[in-house]
């Protein structure tokens, strides 16, 4: 379930979310929607998007909607890449099996394992192609490694598949053109649409660029890819 909240800050809007939805912190994700900082006369303002995993009810006024593609974040590799189990076995011989329908080989393994999250590493010398324009691909991998997690019983369970260190790689850069766009901005005073991104590279975007006093970031479109934009707002 998906909900928003806002605050001053981050840190009270996702205060004011655990509170209202009577979850603990590790319980939902968190997507900044828009962020504005403070200055002389005039409070800050951060709007965030909660994913809730856990069944909870309908706060009042809070709309139910259909969740967004979970975030990805770093997380500590497994001692043994090896499946644990019945259902790791089941879920790795189904991504394995993907792929090779699509027409290419692979190995499947464990990279990390969590409470509620699961993640899974593919090598295979096709791994530009299966990772894909902008990860796009893996993407859709692990869409569908989602859906069989879930018909599997795991529903609360979160499948993250990586490849080539990828998820990383592109956070990276992602901090590094979000730094640049916003040098740009505080030149020009011309605001910047950046382009279509998925929710975990967006939240990159407006986390990186919301220390800056003089830079604004809000989420512009609809659909799983929406739009960044970046405005300069000025000393305050």
């Known amino acids: 379930m998906e909900y928003e909240f806002e605050g001053r800050t981050e840190e009270e809007a996702i205060e004011t979310a655990a509170r209202e939805l009577g979850l ?46 979970p975030a990805v974040e770093r997380h500590r590799p497994v001692a043994s890449p090896l499946a644990a189990g019945e259902f790791e076995e089941q879920l790795l011989e189904f991504v394995r099996m993907t792929v ?21 590493r593919i090598e295979s010398e096709s791994a530009a192609i299966l990772i894909g324009k902008k990860g796009k691909n893996l993407d859709a991998l692990q869409l569908l490694a989602n859906v069989y997690a879930g018909k599997l019983g795991r529903e609360d369970l979160r499948i993250i598949i990586d490849s080539e260190n990828y998820r990383i790689r592109r956070e990276e850069a992602i901090v590094k053109m979000a730094y640049e766009v916003a040098e740009r901005v505080r030149r020009t005073r011309n605001s910047v649409l950046l382009e279509p991104m998925n929710p975990f590279e967006r939240r990159i975007v407006h986390t990186t660029l919301n220390d800056i006093v003089d830079i604004e970031t809000k989420s512009e479109g609809e659909g799983l890819y929406k739009q960044v934009r970046v405005t300069f707002r000025g000393h305050r």
Do not use: H, N, W
């Open 24 to 69: 603990a912190r590790d319980e939902f994700d968190v997507e900044i929607v828009e962020s504005q900082r403070g200055g002389f006369l005039k409070k800050g303002k951060t709007r965030i998007r909660v994913q809730s995993r856990a069944a909870t009810s309908v706060p009042a006024g809070k709309p139910e909607r259909r969740p967004e593609t």
């Open 100 to 120: 090779e329908k699509m027409g290419y080989t692979c190995k499947v393994s464990i990279l990390f394992r969590e409470e509620l999250k699961l993640g899974i």
